[in-house]
Antibody, heavy 120, light 111 residues
Framework: EVQLVESGGGLVQRGGSLRLSCAAS????????MNWVRQGPGKGLEWISY?????????HYADSVKGRFTISRDNAKNSLYLQMNSLRDEDSAVYYC????????????WGQGTTVTVSS | QSALTQPASVSGSPGQSITISCTGT?????????VCWYQQNPGKAPKLLIY???NRPSGVSNRFSGSKSGNTASLTISGLQAEDEADYYC???????????FGGGTRLTVL
C-alpha cells in the first residue's frame, strides 16, 4: 500500500524549533518529488515547500516560511523532513507531506498530517 | 488573502450539476496548464481530483471534470451525490517566489 506517515508535531514555544518527518512506503520514494502543505485551524490549505526527487537540484519555499524552514530528504531512508525554526503563532497548523504525481505537479498521495501548535 | 479566488460556498441538490470557479491572473491560472483541484472532507487529508486543468487521476469518478478559460479555472461535478459534500480547493503553478498557490476553498453543500 502506498503510504505517507508524518511525525514530529507537538507543542512548541514561540521562537522555538521542531523537525517534522514523513516516512514513505509502498512506492519508489527516490523517484518522486515531494511537498509540505499546511492547514491552520479552520483555514485553507497553504503549500509551503517542494523538493525534487534529486534533493540537490530543485527546492522551493513559500515566502511565509523562507529563511526559517528547511526541507530535506533521505532517499536511503525513504524519508522527507521539514526543519522549522523561529516558529511563530501563525505556524500553528496541521502539516501534511504529499507526493507529487509522477507526470505533473499535482499531489496524489497525502499523509494523515501532524499537528504543530506554537504557544507563547 | 489567497492568491486564487474561489466562492466561499456553493450548493446543489442530488443529481444536479454544480461548478466551482477559481480565478487567478495571467501569472498563474491564465499562464500555465498546471491547475489542480482537491477535495477535502472534515478532519481528512485532501484528495487529488484533477491535475493539469482537466486530467483525472486513476480512480477518480468521471463525474468530476475540469476546464479553464483565460484566468479562470472551473471544477464541475455532475450527478451530485451526498458524499460530494466537502471542501474543494484549486491550486496553480505561479510565476514568482512562491511557485504554487491555493485558492481559499469552497464548501459544497448537497441539499
Amino acid at each position: 500500500e502506498v503510504q505517507l506517515v508524518e511525525s514530529g508535531g507537538g507543542l512548541v514555544q514561540r521562537g522555538g524549533s521542531l523537525r517534522l518527518s514523513c516516512a514513505a512506503s509502498g512506492f519508489t520514494f527516490s523517484t518522486y518529488s515531494m511537498n509540505w502543505v499546511r492547514q491552520g485551524p479552520g483555514k485553507g490549505l497553504e503549500w509551503i515547500s517542494y523538493i525534487s526527487s534529486t534533493s540537490s537540484s530543485t527546492i522551493h519555499y513559500a515566502d511565509s516560511v523562507k529563511g526559517r524552514f528547511t526541507i530535506s530528504r533521505d532517499n536511503a531512508k525513504n524519508s522527507l523532513y521539514l526543519q522549522m525554526n523561529s516558529l511563530r503563532d501563525e505556524d500553528s497548523a496541521v502539516y501534511y507531506c504529499a507526493r507529487n504525481i509522477a507526470v505533473s505537479y499535482g499531489m496524489d498521495v497525502w499523509g494523515q498530517g501532524t499537528t504543530v501548535t506554537v504557544s507563547s | 488573502q489567497s492568491a486564487l479566488t474561489q466562492p466561499a460556498s456553493v450548493s446543489g441538490s442530488p443529481g444536479q450539476s454544480i461548478t466551482i470557479s477559481c480565478t487567478g491572473t495571467s501569472s498563474d491560472v491564465g499562464g500555465y496548464n498546471y491547475v489542480c483541484w482537491y477535495q477535502q472532507n472534515p478532519g481528512k487529508a485532501p484528495k487529488l481530483l484533477i491535475y493539469d486543468v482537466s486530467n483525472r487521476p486513476s480512480g477518480v469518478s468521471n463525474r468530476f471534470s475540469g476546464s479553464k478559460s483565460g484566468n479562470t479555472a472551473s471544477l464541475t461535478i455532475s450527478g451530485l451525490q451526498a458524499e460530494d459534500e466537502a471542501d474543494y480547493y484549486c491550486t496553480s503553478y505561479k510565476v514568482g517566489s512562491t511557485p504554487w498557490v491555493f485558492g481559499g476553498g469552497t464548501r459544497l453543500t448537497v441539499l
